[in-house]
């Protein structure tokens, strides 16, 4: 492996194995070891001993910020300057050992950065314990001066323990929305943040949440937003949202048991991972399991929530066994932006419901997805205007699925559950093993359907369907696809 795969790997277990950290020809490295007797004056013989030294210096493009492995610096980090798009100002670690720790010891951020530009930064490990909560971080990113900033890349990263607000209710509301794991955010007239790439990175025990990433606003949408392969588990709040982006892209993480955690969630409404503002924002391939705090009124998976435009796409996911259920349609929560959610080809066990605030003018068109609930009754609620096709529904009984004027079922298949009109198949689907999803996009190969299934070659055909299913299996736009997740062969 190169020495970038090596860092990332080494970095979720909080050890790292850099010997020196190389600099751009066009920049130098300034080293700090808080454990080091005497301030030094940042060479790798003489590293600065503190975090006042080492916000003391404005860092050029090109340059290196690297804090020594294996020791713990105390204090808020705001490292100035800024770097450009060919030459990023870097902070990370360099050494072997552990990943060295920033501990913000209650400050309002362990790290922050206001109006900067192209930063890396990396394998580190930051923490912001406190006896009370606050409004408080681990990493925040902002911009306030009415321009577009740019060009952060926050990767391989543990954040562990920050003890942000963890209650959404009034007074302390602005409190929650400002704190989690890493914040960033745009205030001010025109202020954006533009190609945010945040990922692979390990959070947990955050009041507030996981990952909330804001680039804009309503008005003036940030651009550029990649959220990709994060583990966020156990925290008090949130798992992941991005707000007011243009096309922003949720993929590849993990996040289990949000709103538990050293600081668990106290007050309001929290969901797994949604959007907010945005236009044209796609939520795929994460999987969300273990939501067991009941919120107000929300605790879902997925939510595609007010004010987003265009279109809303959740597709290749799995959920499981969240008290809140698999999605919230809230369109009509705040202001209404009337995006088209498309819900497709995801796979949701045991979480059982789904909510809709039907004051908002989204339209829903989900199709090709799983939603298997046998232990408990179906609670599902959809949006004033939903075509629902082509989907597989496993419950009990006593379930009832919504009907109405702008509801349209087609082509589905319902097992247990009373199907809601003539049209759909009644039976088994023959699933190969159901019901034994685990922690991962990857361990639901039991919702894959035999060669004997009811539900093969016989559902609707749908344009611009995306081409796939969740094994990515290839979906024909003039060929009757099967009905469900799964379109390979039978089994």
Known sequence: MGRGLV?????????????????????????????????????????????????GKTYA????????????????????????????V???????GALPVIDGDGGADA????????????????TNPASSLARRTG?????????????????????????????????????????????TGASGTNSTLNDVHVHHNQISNTGGGGLKIRVGAMAV??????????????????????????????????????????????????????????HNPTIQKNAVYGITRMSVADSQAFDCDWGNTGTCTIQYNFSRD???????????????????????????????????????RSALHMYNNVLYCTDKKLDITLPDESVVENNIWVGTADS??????????????FQGVPRPTANGIVGDPRFVNPGAGGDTIGSVDGYRLRSTSPALNNGSVISDNGGRDYWANPVSTTTKPHRGAYNGPGV
């Open 7 to 55: 860092a990332a790997a080494l970095a979720l277990t909080g050890t790292m194995a850099l010997a020196d950290v190389p600099a751009s020809a066009a920049g130098s490295t300034t080293y700090v070891d808080c454990s080091s007797p005497a301030a030094g004056n940042g060479s790798r013989t003489s590293p600065f001993n503190s975090i006042g030294q080492a916000n």
């Open 61 to 88: 493009p090109g340059d290196t910020l690297a804090f020594a492995s294996g020791t713990t610096c105390t204090g808020s980090l705001s490292p100035q300057g800024s770097g450009t798009a060919a030459a990023p």
């Open 90 to 96: 870097t902070l990370t670690a360099y050494g072997t």
């Open 111 to 126: 790290v922050s950065f206001t109006n900067q530009d192209h930063w890396r930064i990396s394998n580190l490990k930051l």
């Open 139 to 183: 990493l925040r990113i902002s911009a306030t001066d009415g321009t577009a900033h740019r060009g952060f890349d926050v990767g391989n990263l543990v954040i562990d323990r920050v003890a942000g607000q963890t209650s959404k209710n009034s007074p302390t509301t602005e409190d929650f929305v400002q704190s989690a794991g890493i914040v």
């Open 221 to 278: 949408k940030g651009s550029g937003v990649l959220i990709e392969h994060n583990d966020i588990k156990d925290v008090g709040g949130d798992g992941i949202i991005a707000s007011y982006a243009d096309a922003p892209m949720i993929q590849y993480n993990n996040a289990s048991g949000v709103g538990n955690g050293v600081y668990p969630f106290s007050g309001g409404n929290f969901a797994g991972v949604w959007v907010l503002g945005d």
């Open 322 to 360: 969240n008290v809140g259920g698999f999605f919230l349609d809230c369109d009509g929560c705040g202001t209404i932006g009337g995006a088209e959610q498309i819900i497709r080809y995801n796979i949701s066990e045991n979480d059982c419901r789904m909510s809709s605030v039907s004051a908002g």
């Open 400 to 413: 009832r699925l919504p009907t109405g004027p702008g509801v349209q079922w087609l082509w589905n298949v």
